[in-house]
């Protein structure tokens, strides 16, 4: 722990640096404005202070002793990382901010097209994004809101839906050409088919549960390829190896670009989906409820193709 007998006061080591870059008490003075024998004063002191000599005096100004030289060179590094912070925790205090947090998936095909227009409206506010994998952990500190796939309980937390869960199957036009066409849900079963990981305690729908949903059992004629992450997945339908379930909001970028081709015929919807979750020590805040109101006036419902 450093008392007072370990450190000069700081305007000491300012005037310090000030005068050794400039090489002269006066070109300091002029800098930090104030006289050259009040600078003067202040270096005597830190000598005195430090009991060596930080200076020596030639003709027309000082040059710096090999102590001079060590000083400088930390005093000028602590000082630049001591402004460095300073302007950090001054930015912090003035720019308004919100921490987002969500899966890779929804922020890569949702999010993330649209956050422009966000900043565009808004661009006071500065917006730090946090994803994961998986579904976040909405309990994280800092988190001032998440964006959620589940059933929308979350005891203790303001959960609102953005939108419910609605699932089909997509595949690759050049898939179709081979496997298709898709008359019943049972010709799917033909095709390879890409399948989501999901552990026990997460709500995602899977291939077994949709065929159970349309009163079908899958029997799938060629191996499954399974995947943990959603965007590997969708790009490998989009490569044409196999048939994936596609989640309506995620993947309308794609049908729309015809990557991807939908079969809305078999289609199942689910009360899971997309919720905004607030931590309740967040929910008055101005800037967390302008960036949910924006959230909700985007997430109309989906037309399946």
């Known amino acids: 722990m450093l008392t007072e007998n370990d450190m000069p006061p700081l305007q000491m080591l300012v005037v310090f640096e000030s005068s050794a870059r400039h090489l002269s008490f006066t070109a300091a003075a002029r800098e930090l404005g104030t006289t050259q024998p009040a600078i003067s004063q202040q270096i005597k002191a830190l000598e005195a202070f430090l009991n060596t000599q930080l200076f020596r005096r030639v003709y027309r100004g000082v040059e710096l002793t090999d102590d001079g030289h060590l000083l400088l060179k930390t005093t000028q590094a602590s000082l630049s990382e001591l402004q460095k912070t300073l302007r950090f925790i ?6 308004p901010r919100i921490n987002v947090a969500t899966d890779f998936a929804f922020a890569a095909y949702w999010l993330m097209p649209r956050l422009p227009e966000f900043r565009k409206q808004h661009p006071e506010i500065e917006i730090r994004l946090h994803t994961a994998q998986n579904n976040v952990d909405v309990g994280l500190q800092d988190i001032d809101l998440a964006i959620v796939f589940s059933d929308g309980i979350h005891k203790g937390f303001v ?3 953005l939108f419910e ?5 997509v595949c690759s036009p050049k898939l179709l050409e081979e496997y298709g066409p898709f008359q019943q849900l049972a010709d799917i079963s033909n095709a390879p088919l890409l399948k989501l990981h999901a552990e026990s305690d997460e709500k995602w729908m899977v291939w077994e549960r949709l065929f159970e949903l349309h009163n079908d059992i899958l029997s799938p004629l060629q191996t499954v390829m399974e995947f943990d992450n959603y965007t590997l997945l969708l790009q490998a339908a989009i490569a044409g190896q196999g048939v994936a379930l596609g989640w309506g909001n995620l993947v309308d970028d794609m049908l729309d670009k015809e990557l991807l081709i939908a079969f809305p015929a078999f289609s199942t919807r689910s009360s899971n989906g997309y919720y905004s979750v607030i931590p309740p020590s967040r929910g008055d805040d101005s800037v967390v409820q302008i960036f ?12 399946v193709r």
């Open 90 to 95: 001054r930015k912090k205090t003035k720019t």
């Open 159 to 161: 959960s609102e839906k």
């Open 165 to 169: 869960e609605e699932v089909f199957p």
């Open 292 to 303: 949910k109101e924006w959230l909700h006036k985007k997430t109309a419902p989906f037309p």
